[in-house]
C-alpha cells in the first residue's frame, strides 16, 4: 500500500480531517494556520477559510454548516464562510489553554478537549455540547487529568469511547450510554513508553505520541503517532494489527472517506519542525491518503 499526497498547500499543523458524504469534500483545518481547508479531491480544489483564533477542530452539522472548536469557545457557523455564533464560551483561561481535538458523538453532540499549552499541569479536559432539538446548549464536563486532550472516538457500537493524553503516551477508554451520555469503568487502552531523555528527531528508539484516531468497522483503532513517522492500526483490544510508515515525522490525524469510505486520510504537521526533518519529509504538513480494506465509519453529524 503506498501513500498519495493530496493536491492541496501544506498546512503548519493539519488537524481534524472529516469527509463530508454529502458534498463529497474533504474537510480539515490548520491550527496555527488559523485557517479551514475543504477539498474537492476530484477536481484538486481547495477552499480556505480564515478563523478569528486558533480552531482545535470541526465536525459538520446536520443542518448545514459546521460547528468549530476555537481558542475561546464552541462556535456554530451556519454555511462556509459564514457568520460564526457562539455556543459555549470556555471555561478556561485562554492564554494559556485552548480547544484542542473534537468530534460529533453517534447521537448528535459535539465533543471537544482541551490543551494546556505550557504542558507542566493536568488541567486539560473534555466537554461535550448537546444542542439537539434545538435545546438551549447544555454542556457537561466528562473527563479531565490531562495535558492535551487527543484521539477522540467512538466504537461502531457507540457501546466505548476513547480519549487520549498525548504528551502521557496514553490511550483511554470507557463504557458509554449515549442516551444518557455517561461514561463508565475507565481502563487504559494503550499505553507507549515516553520519550527518551535527551532524545531528538531524527534519533532512532522512539516511536512518537498518540495523537487523532479513526475507528474502522471492525472496532480496529487507527491512532497517528506524532514525531514517531507512523501510523498504528490496533483491535478493539488494543492490540497492535498493523503499523504504517508515514511519509512525515509527525502524522496528526486520521479520517475515513469516499464513497466505500475505504479511503484512509491523514493530516500531518511541519510547524516548528527541524530544517533537516523537512528536508528529510519534503510533504510534512500535506495531507496523505492510503486505500485500505475494511471501511471506516462515516463521519458523526452535530444535531442542532
Request: charged letters at 20%; glycine letters at 12%.
Amino acid at each position: 500500500m503506498t501513500w498519495q499526497t493530496l493536491a492541496a498547500p501544506p498546512s503548519g499543523l493539519g488537524e481534524s480531517p472529516f469527509w463530508h458524504p454529502d458534498e463529497q469534500m474533504l474537510y480539515w483545518i490548520d491550527i496555527p494556520g488559523r485557517q479551514l481547508h475543504r477539498c474537492n479531491v476530484f477536481m484538486g480544489t481547495v477552499e480556505s477559510w480564515a478563523m478569528p483564533s486558533e480552531p482545535g477542530s470541526i465536525a459538520p452539522a446536520r443542518s448545514g454548516g459546521l460547528v468549530v472548536a476555537l481558542r475561546d469557545g464552541i462556535y456554530r457557523a451556519r454555511q462556509w464562510g459564514g457568520e460564526l455564533h457562539q455556543l459555549m464560551r470556555a471555561g478556561h483561561d485562554t492564554a494559556t489553554t485552548r480547544f484542542n481535538d473534537g468530534k460529533a458523538d453517534p447521537l448528535g453532540r459535539f465533543w471537544a478537549g482541551t490543551m494546556y499549552e505550557p504542558r507542566d499541569k493536568s488541567t486539560a479536559e473534555l466537554f461535550s455540547l448537546d444542542c439537539r432539538g434545538g435545546r438551549a446548549p447544555v454542556v457537561e464536563r466528562k473527563a479531565g487529568d490531562a495535558i492535551i486532550a487527543n484521539g477522540l472516538a467512538w466504537s461502531p457500537d457507540a457501546a466505548t469511547v476513547y480519549w487520549s493524553d498525548t504528551p502521557r503516551h496514553i490511550i483511554r477508554a470507557w463504557n458509554w450510554d449515549g442516551e444518557s451520555n455517561t461514561m463508565t469503568e475507565p481502563r487504559v487502552f494503550a499505553q507507549w513508553p515516553g520519550k527518551p531523555e535527551g532524545w531528538l528527531p531524527g534519533m532512532a528508539g522512539y516511536g512518537g505520541r498518540p495523537d487523532g484516531a479513526a475507528v474502522d468497522r471492525e472496532g480496529n483503532y487507527y491512532v497517528a503517532m506524532f514525531e514517531g513517522g507512523r501510523m498504528l492500526k490496533l483491535s478493539p483490544a488494543g492490540a497492535l494489527l498493523a503499523e504504517f510508515a508515514v511519509p512525515a515525522r509527525c502524522p496528526t490525524m486520521p479520517c475515513f472517506g469516499g464513497d466505500d469510505l475505504k479511503t484512509l486520510y491523514l493530516t500531518t504537521a511541519r510547524y516548528n519542525r527541524p530544517e533537516q526533518e523537512l528536508r528529510d519529509y519534503p510533504d510534512s504538513g500535506c495531507v496523505f491518503s492510503l486505500q485500505v480494506e475494511v471501511p471506516g465509519l462515516p463521519v458523526n453529524f452535530f444535531q442542532d
